[in-house]
């Protein structure tokens, strides 16, 4: 299965993810938002004004659906067209499982 | 500025926000979203499966939403209410203040 | 009922619930809106492009949600600052009720 | 290419968009969905409260984001990896179109 790697071949399993190419890009964008989190409690423990906070509440959720919706698409680039290349039921399950993943997104 | 009240000196602007008397409630929420932030670093960083990275996403969204939904009330409840109290176009401001708030909320 | 204020007999409940000046630009922007639903079921009538009926189904959602959050600002400006300067416990009452309404918005 | 459909030939075309089977249910829904429309119409038009209206217009964004969610879901399954089996650069530009949709969907 491709999406079990971690078996000491980071080469082939590596790339299985299809993130791996962007991987330093994905790690900066969430220290980023990791330190959106921080700011925030820092906004509340100074008791900044409410609307400030929301307003960095909603750059912060922007930033993650953003990030979100960067691996969805290289997950059907890669995961997907390769279960569907592969043939057999596969497919089936990979779509069913992304599309899950897509109205957990939305419904979010 | 409606928003800084000052009933003696609780910081200034003690309790002026609305929210001091649950700040330990949303400092300890948005801890939790700070390692949650932690976290999915740490899965970008094993390649963990796309698809469990992105269900931490979706629940990481949905408990910025509910800091963000609890702020929103204890501001209607105070400011908005306050300033509608006190009279004058404060009121107006802090109306089309929360519902730009609202908005931004609504759509990210 | 603090959304029952009765000034002289603008039908009843006229401008009571505070949108009566724009009714008209709602009622247009709602027919558009069920315009839009009928051009869908055409759409897949006629077995269009899935990811063109996607764009109309986002298009018509941002139309649904820009309504609801006209009708939402209008509904603190009156409702919830006319509750607020009658006193009482109403306010509280209102305030509830409309984060309510807004929570299921943002979740929706 | 499958989404170019409508030259006479509906038998092959018809299911090229992976809906056909489940086309009598969409309209069914987007039918429902309209009726919805019609309904905030005349809640607008009654001046019905508008907390109740807000309710009903999440209902119905609920409902429009479950038809999406539904079409997106057979679009994968159908138009997107046929793509990929047929092999080419195809799969890429459905996995790009797909995405840029369910973008949409996210900020819609």
Redesign the interface.
């Known amino acids: 299965m491709a999406?079990a790697?971690?078996d000491g071949d980071a080469g082939e399993?590596?790339g299985?993810?299809?993130?791996?190419t962007r991987?330093d890009d994905?790690?900066k964008r969430?220290?980023r938002?990791?330190g959106q989190?921080?700011g925030?409690?820092r906004m509340?423990?100074q008791?900044?004004?409410?609307?400030d906070?929301?307003?960095q509440?909603?750059?912060?959720?922007?930033a993650?659906?953003s990030?979100?919706?960067g691996?969805?698409?290289?997950?059907?680039?890669h995961?997907?067209?390769?279960a569907?290349?592969s043939?057999g039921p596969e497919?089936?399950i990979k779509?069913?499982?992304?599309?899950d993943?897509?109205?957990?997104?939305?419904?979010?």
Chains 1, 2, 3, 4 share one sequence.
């Open positions: 999406d790697p971690g399993h590596g299985s993810h299809g993130y791996i991987k994905y790690l969430l220290s938002i990791e989190a921080r925030l409690q509340v423990e008791e900044k004004y409410c609307i906070i929301l307003t509440v909603s750059a912060m959720t922007k993650l659906e990030v979100a919706l691996l969805l698409e290289e997950h059907l680039a995961c997907v067209v390769e569907a290349r043939g497919a089936d779509v069913k499982e992304a599309s993943a897509i109205a957990r997104l939305v419904r979010s």
